[in-house]
């Protein structure tokens, strides 16, 4: 089975089990994962008529949310959303998650703060027992760009391993987030065990830093779309 099938049936299984006749409003992750999910609830607003606004994570997910005819809305107006759908870079044995690989971590720990029900869909590679045991690119932190020096060599002392600066593929210089900001891609030695909810909590108290992609404690289930065709869940 190809990665994007896996994902497409995660998607679709995680949609068709959480998007109700009365879910009002969905938040919208980011990634490549989660277009299947719009896929698959764009088709059933147009074939049940069901009634939802969708929140997006980033400027990606608007323009899905655009693209598919869905009704857009904001945190403005909508600021309790039923049920998240989102990706992941990876996902552990208690369901702390890796998410940022697209850049989008900030608007989507937000939106999944908001949501009652956080729902992840990924493919079999990013199910993981321990962080780093598949996805190697560091976690993602987002930081100030004024500060991303010192705040680098602050991780690196305090945490240790790499905290790489996250450089554009298709435009020189560094990635630059839809909030305007800088991601270090901190590369921990992942031979170690870390209280992931000590480590994302001593992150953010370094001035600068806006948020991590250490995603602790916030997904209610996570689907796997598997090899062989089947959807692990986990709950
Ligand atoms: O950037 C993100 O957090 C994305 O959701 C990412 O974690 C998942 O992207 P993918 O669905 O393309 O693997």
């Known amino acids: 089975m ?12 995680a949609v068709d089990e959480w998007i109700k006749p009365h879910t009002k409003v969905v938040g919208i992750g980011s990634g490549s994962t989660v277009v299947f999910a719009v896929d698959r609830l ?3 607003v147009k074939t049940e008529g069901l009634q939802v606004v969708c929140i ?13 005819n869905l009704t857009l809305g904001d945190l403005d107006r909508f600021p309790h959303i039923d049920c998240a759908i989102d990706g ?4 552990d044995s208690d369901k702390v ?12 720990k937000i939106v999944a703060s908001c949501a009652e029900k956080f729902v992840i869909i ?12 598949q996805y190697k690119k560091g976690i993602p932190i987002e930081v100030v760009p ?44 992942s031979s170690k065990t870390f209280d992931w ?9 370094i001035a600068g830093v806006v948020e991590t992609g250490l995603f602790v404690g916030m997904a209610t289930k996570a689907y796997f779309g598997m090899s062989d065709g089947s959807v692990k869940e986990q709950n």
């Open 97 to 108: 998650l890796i998410k940022g690989g697209g850049g989008c971590l900030l608007q989507e």
């Open 42 to 44: 764009a088709e059933r």
């Open 122 to 133: 990924a493919d079999y590679t990013k199910n993981s027992q321990k962080l780093g045991e």
């Open 2 to 13: 190809s990665l994007n099938e896996a994902k497409r049936i995660a998607a679709y299984k």
């Open 88 to 91: 992941a870079d990876e996902v």
């Open 146 to 189: 004024l500060g991303y020096v010192p705040i680098k060599a602050k991780i690196e002392k305090v945490f240790g391993g790499e905290a790489k600066l996250r450089m554009a593929v298709s435009k020189a210089g560094p990635c630059v987030t839809d909030n305007g900001n800088f991601i270090l891609d901190w590369h921990f030695d």
């Open 56 to 68: 997006p994570t980033s400027f990606q997910a608007r323009q899905l949310i655009v693209e598919n």
């Open 197 to 205: 909810n000590k480590i994302n909590s001593e992150l953010l108290q």
